[in-house]
């Protein structure tokens, strides 16, 4: 069964620096890209970039790039997400989700179930 | 970046109707196209890709169609369990947008 099982919730201060994971189990992990997915309270969903674990090769949203740091350990089927200097505006729910090609285009099929990051003083 | 635009943002409606959410792409996506529905406090479920492909085990009343630009969404009949927020999100180019999301709400 595949499954991508992420860290727990965590409560920060600005300024202070986090690392949060993505374990994947049930399938080859460095054969399918992994992406990030942000959810500000009551907010839509932003892409902020996808990692393929294999050669760690990595896409950025322009959104993203720079306030963040996608990575991934092969060895231990784990894909990381993890900022230097945290902001309240950091505040939010964070997915992963696994990508897979289906019928000519790309989807993402299985997601974990969310890692929530609170940054406040 | 590729902006996706859905419609409405949200739209109230009573179980057994017939419901459509429209996405549109800021240039041409081919079928590069993906729904999604999300519940509160739960990850998104894909329902829908390639624009019109039916995810495994998601019930047939829901159905995609579009090509290029216009896309759309349709939920046959409406059961208890779809009233939820959806998104469509295009993978033709990084960074792969969602649109802002249209929330079924229950009449």
């Known amino acids: 069964e595949v499954q991508l099982v992420q860290s727990g919730a965590e409560v920060k201060k600005p300024g202070e620096s986090l690392k949060i994971s993505c374990k994947g189990s049930?399938?080859?992990?460095?054969?399918?890209?992994i992406g990030w997915v942000r959810q500000m309270p009551g907010k839509g969903l932003e892409w902020m970039g996808i990692?393929?674990?294999?050669?760690?090769?990595?896409r950025y949203s322009p959104s993203f790039q720079g306030q963040v740091t996608i990575s991934a350990d092969k060895s231990i089927s784990t894909a990381y997400l993890q900022w230097s200097s945290l902001k309240a505006s950091d505040t939010a729910m964070y997915y992963c989700?696994?990508?897979?090609?289906?019928?000519?285009?790309?989807?993402?099929?299985?997601w974990g179930q969310g890692t929530l990051v609170t940054v406040s003083s | 970046d590729i902006q996706m635009t859905q419609s409405p943002s949200s739209v109230s409606a009573s179980v057994g109707d017939r419901v459509t959410i429209t996405c549109r792409a800021s240039?041409?996506?081919?079928?590069?196209l993906a729904w999604y529905q999300q519940k509160p406090g739960k990850a998104p479920k894909l329902l829908i890709y390639?624009?019109?492909s039916l995810q495994s085990g998601v019930p047939s009343r829901f159905s995609g169609s579009g090509s290029g630009t216009d896309f759309t969404l349709t939920i046959s009949s409406l059961q208890p369990e779809d009233f939820a927020t959806y998104y469509c999100?295009?993978?033709?180019?990084?960074?792969?947008?969602f649109g802002q999301g249209t929330k079924l709400e229950i009449k």
């Open positions: 989700a696994r990508r897979i090609r289906g019928s000519g285009s790309y989807l993402f099929d299985y």
């Open positions: 049930g399938y080859s992990f460095t054969s399918y890209w």
């Open positions: 990692i393929y674990p294999g050669d760690s090769d990595t």
């Open positions: 240039q041409g996506i081919s079928s590069w």
């Open positions: 390639a624009a019109s």
């Open positions: 999100q295009q993978s033709y180019s990084t960074p792969y947008t």
